[in-house]
């Protein structure tokens, strides 16, 4: 069964400080991995794209790494900040023609 | 582009009556997704399309639940009859193949 968890749960940090998001997944041979981020009462807004061939996608703040032999992908947020407080959620597909899996997420909070 | 464009964003009716979710998908993308977000369950995917043709209706809860991609700009998500239980966001998401997944702000359904 195709499973992607993402712990922990929740999570409060201080403002300033570097924080990794975990995510795990059952399937090695998966074709890219997303990261998303969610505001509450928001849709999804997608944040780095990682193919399997890629081990990290950077963008600003942000820092996705892949590591598909042990089923992992991190996020990490350099520095961060109140505004990016919300739900992060991983999702990985398959292939380029199959829905992406989706994990529950980690809702953040950054501490003024 | 615009995005993912859905309507109604808000939409509260009472039980029994029919509801249709409409969905544009960002131009060029082959794929689009329908999902469903409750606390209880978090984001479940419902139907998607490919070319306009249905690929997976798995998701589909019960046989209340109907969708329909008439052409490569429109979607349609209807519930007919709807229950409380249908109470939920909906969001769309499109792709081109091999590529980032892009979500919609969503449609916020509150069944009475």
């Known amino acids: 069964k195709q499973e992607v968890t993402q712990i922990p749960a929740a999570l409060s940090v201080p403002e300033g400080e570097n924080l990794v998001l975990n995510c795990s997944f059952t399937?090695?041979?998966?074709?890219?991995l997303q990261w998303f981020r969610q505001d509450p009462g928001k849709g999804l807004t997608s944040l780095l794209l990682?193919?399997?061939?890629?081990r990290e996608q950077t963008s600003g703040r942000l820092n996705a790494s892949l590591d598909k032999s042990s089923g992992r992908s991190t996020l990490y947020i350099a520095a961060s900040q109140p505004g990016d407080s919300a739900t992060y959620l991983c999702?990985?597909?398959?292939?380029?023609?199959?829905?992406?899996?989706f994990g529950k997420g980690t809702r953040l909070s950054v501490i003024a | 582009d615009a995005g993912v464009i859905q309507s109604p964003r808000h939409e509260v009716t009472e039980m029994g009556q029919e509801v249709t979710l409409r969905c544009k998908p960002i131009?060029?993308?082959?794929?689009l997704f329908w999902y469903r977000q409750t606390m209880m369950r978090g984001l479940e995917l419902l139907i998607y399309?490919?070319?306009?043709?249905?690929?997976?209706d798995s998701g589909m809860p019960e046989d209340r639940f109907s969708a329909k991609m008439p052409n490569a700009s429109f979607s349609t998500l209807k519930i007919q009859p709807s229950e409380p239980r249908d109470s939920a966001v909906y969001f769309c998401?499109?792709?081109?193949?091999?590529?980032?997944?892009?979500f919609g702000p969503g449609t916020r359904l509150t069944v009475l």
């Open positions: 998401a499109s792709r081109p193949p091999d590529n980032e997944q892009f």
């Open positions: 399937d090695s041979a998966i074709y890219n």
């Open positions: 990682i193919q399997s061939s890629q």
């Open positions: 999702a990985y597909c398959l292939s380029g023609n199959t829905p992406l899996v």
């Open positions: 131009s060029g993308h082959d794929y």
């Open positions: 399309f490919n070319n306009n043709v249905p690929i997976d």
